[in-house]
């Protein structure tokens, strides 16, 4: 029996940097990337050759790596992998999550609680508030230990809300202190008699935060599913976040329910993920760990396919899904059908969006997906920014390799960068491709492009434009989104952004990774405080018509 790529005997995940090669800055073209990342040689593990990827992204074995990852000296922000977990195990509705942590880590929970709410809502569900518990670790718990803390917390947490399963997780403060999260969880197990599952997701664990998906879904495999399950051959598990349930018409022809997981999701319906006909995901990224532990575990296949976004992605998908369940007969016949549907549609959308630029700001493998679709409807996509790059996903299955999809059925773009929402970045390589409208997902970003004079889609929904009528979906918005020009145009004329002349005079955003030594340098150019900040007020301008005629009249 081959080897599994997913070790479920241990409760801590490996981060993506050791299992995937992950990187977090690179600049070039994306077929560059496509051939830098080798995706079919790490698939068969012909560059994985096992042990931790080096520091320039690559794996120690096997043969010479391409992929060299920039070294940035310093992070402006991100997001850590505590967060995800949060707004994973936190979004259950009948489990708890514990974070073992200070207060501070939870500081994102209110806006996690405001994206449940809406997630609940677009699926239907009664609405309810996030389940999270922090054990608001002080000092002398740091100094003194805090395991009982962890456990009257647990206790609590059980009395006050009779949970179906509780899960804990690490943070740098109790990673720091080595807590034994193994052994409470297994103590507490045994005396609440509910499944209590350790999560491993200290934010200095991994560079990126995708690896606290990693994290939740291996808790969830390795704790919650069902060890004894009974194949249900028309349940397909679709890994997801908190979109609008656009997968149930899609595969309803194909005589599919559909499981979401993890967002939203029931203890019940975690637990049936191991009978069901096969899983799949708007986003490898987000699902190609679970659907890995899933198909080697319990022989759930994963569709081997890239998404189910822009017509090359949503066609090769659904041939994908139906060979999985065994309904090729139909498939062919149900894909003409759709592409006659949408085509007369289409045809008007292309002709509105003719000579229009986009650009697209998202997570890796969904940002793929969404330069897909906006190329479909004829808009011309020249850069983008995805806050990190893999190289390969779990299986490493062939079809699954979306970039080197991408480039293959829409063709090159000349910049491709790898950045992790580093706004000092987002000023010049926007303005290299001097995009018409942004697609953007992590909207701390928006309020920048806005201020560039550049609207932006922030992309709430990510299963927006899934499918066909994702597609027409989408350019309905950009529609409305490409009307909002003038407002940005008049907004860049009244504010200023915080970076120096210096800075923004520079062609290459990556310089600082090529040139540290240039931040030793005294150089009273280089700061803002040389900057007058009195010659910009703010005021109305005569030209200042955000009705104007012409500007109506050109996306109407
Ligand atoms: S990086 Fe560490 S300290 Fe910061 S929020 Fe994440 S877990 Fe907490």
Redesign the pocket.
Known sequence: MARKKINLKISSVDTREMRLGTITSWDGSASELVDASRYEARGRGRVTGGGEADREGCHGGGKVCRLRELKMPFNQQTM????IVACQLGNLTDCILVEH??I??S?SNARFNQGFKIGLARRGKPIQSIQIFSTNLKENDMVFGASDRLRQTVRDANERFGPKAIFISM???TAIIGEDLDSLAQELETELKIPVVPVYC???RSKHWSTGFDASQHGIVRQIVNKNPKKQNDLINIVALWGTDYFTPMLAPLGLRVNYMVDMASFSELRQASEAAATATFCHTLGSYMATALEEYYGVPQIDAPQPFGIAGTDDWLRAVAKAVGKEDIIDDYIESEHRRISPRLEELRKILKGVKGFVSTGSSYAHAMISVIRDLGIEVEGSIVFHHDPVYDAGHENQDTLGHLVRNSGDLAHFTVSQTQQFQFHGLLKRVNPDFIIIRHNGLAPLAAKLGIPSFPMGDEHFPLGYDGIIRTGEALIGILAKKKFNAVLKRHVEIPYTDWWLSQEDQFILAKHPEILDEPDETKTPLGADRSANPIQMDPDDNLSAPEEKLRYA
């Open positions: 850590c992998s505590h967060a942590a200070p501070g880590c500081a943070s740098c403060s200290e934010g200095f």
